[in-house]
């Protein structure tokens, strides 16, 4: 106890805050090419085993992209609008016999309107080493809270951080802008972004356009945390409560979720002690006995969504159980241990594998602890190979990926990829900024 207490008092270390802040960067961007092929199979099929940085192909088996749509008048989707046809998809279905329907689902049950081999790649407009969308709205925080936080000053103000991420949505991108320092310049906007420039187009004001989970089951995603990442940076020198406390206002900008704060509480005592200097395996095992794993497994998710031809006709109350009930009969302590020799893939999939304990979709509650157990299973003698099987076990890889390079570059102030990212000079400045504010680094 005394020895956790002396911990608590340490001050953060500068090079382990600075090598989280990129490791988020690198766990995102590395799975680019992967993210969002639920079935590892398919994901081979077009990468084979991916070992770096890859640049996405322009189609993906499995996206979803085009029966997505964006209602908003304000112009986010800049030159690829066109991927967005889910209204005009859902009027040509009235016409299309059921095999032609059948064909043009995926394997959620979703109806997308185009087949396997037409479907445009969630990512198609980055290079390899880029970050998507979300990853870069982190980095523009990050941007932000370095200049505002000058000199161990606190003057981040939530409402003019969204004035900035309005700016920076509505931008178009341009051509040479490799450092995406202008606009993010991805194909894919997350329906949290989308329904907040819907809710902005309707002359509602910034500070109230987040959507809500009890809204929208897809705002309890994952990326919520990712961009609340920078501002555990920021405040690493401050206390716990604090710090929680400073993050959930900030993921509630964007993403105002239950679980999303859950998991905030439980990755801020986690990063900050490792930023002292905690042992990897040691931390996990703390922030894990005081969790439980969601109740349901991932195959029993998979098989729901194609039972019900996609999420969206789940009925709302049981949809709100599947995220929110959780196993009543270990911690995710117990479930991480009793796994750490299993199959990867059985550990964490989406139907593929008969018995997937976890979903590789983009729920916080399985999500973040698929990212518990890549951490405890090999973040301490081997991160590169973390950072590869999330990337190999598909589903929702680039949240996972960043909250993962996070906590991997927490314990070991470094981490591989790095000098592979696209903007790796202009991220390393970014980086070196924001941590500079950090009073007592």
């Known amino acids: 106890m005394q020895e956790q207490a002396q911990q608590k008092m340490k001050s953060p270390d500068r090079s382990k805050v600075a090598a989280s802040l990129t490791g988020m960067l690198v766990g995102d961007a590395l799975s680019v090419p992967g ?10 099929a077009d990468y084979g085993e991916i070992l770096g940085m890859v640049g996405p192909k322009p189609t993906h088996a499995e996206s979803m992209v085009q029966g997505m749509t964006y209602e908003g008048s304000i112009d986010i989707m800049h030159d690829k609008a066109r991927f967005y046809q889910g209204n005009t998809l859902a009027k040509e279905a009235q016409k299309l016999s059921e095999e032609e329907i059948q064909s043009r689902r995926d394997d959620h049950g979703n109806y997308v309107g185009s087949k396997a081999e037409e479907r445009v790649h969630y990512h198609r407009s980055l290079k390899k080493g880029q970050n ?12 932000y809270l370095a200049e505002k936080n000058q000199g161990g000053q606190d003057y981040y103000d939530p409402n003019e951080f969204l004035e900035k991420f309005y700016a920076y949505m509505v931008t ?12 993010h310049n991805d194909t894919y906007l997350d329906v949290f972004c989308r329904r907040f ?8 004001p910034l500070q109230f356009c987040a959507l809500s989970q009890r809204e929208s089951w897809s705002i309890g995603s994952l990326d919520g945390v990712v961009l609340a990442l920078p501002i555990i940076a920021a405040y690493a020198n401050e206390s716990e409560q604090f710090v929680i406390g400073r993050a959930v206002e900030h993921h509630m900008l964007t993403h105002k979720s239950i679980t999303v704060t859950a998991t905030v509480a439980a990755l801020v005592p986690l990063l900050l002690d490792l930023y002292r200097g905690a ?16 109740k349901i497994t991932g195959r029993q998710m998979a098989d729901s969504y194609v039972r019900h031809k996609g999420p969206g006709n789940i009925p709302k109350h049981e949809k709100w159980r599947q995220h929110m009930e959780l196993d009543e009969n270990e911690t995710t302590y117990d479930l991480v241990h009793r796994l750490l020799h299993e199959d990867d893939e059985d550990v964490a999939g989406f139907g593929e594998r008969e018995n997937s304990r976890l979903s590789t979709a983009c729920y916080c509650e399985q999500s973040f602890t698929i990212v518990l157990y890549l951490a405890y299973k090999y973040g301490t003698n081997d991160p590169k190979k973390a950072l590869l099987q999330n990337v190999m076990i598909g589903g929702h890889s680039t949240a996972r990926g960043a909250v993962l390079g996070a906590i991997l570059g927490a314990y070991h102030g ?15 400045a970014e980086v070196d900024a924001l941590v500079a504010t950090v009073m007592g680094v």
């Open 279 to 294: 042992e990897l395996q040691v931390a996990l095992d703390t922030t894990m006995r005081k969790m439980r794993p969601p």
């Open 197 to 204: 420039f819907t809710n902005a187009s309707n002359g509602t």
């Open 172 to 183: 178009p991108p341009e051509k040479d802008d490799d450092d995406q320092l202008v606009n």
């Open 414 to 428: 470094a981490v591989p990829f790095a000098d592979d990212l696209c903007a790796k000079t202009a991220i390393q």
């Open 132 to 143: 998507t969308a979300n990853a870069c709205i982190a980095r523009l925080a990050m941007r």
């Open 35 to 44: 993210h969002w092929f639920y079935s590892p199979k398919k994901l081979r």
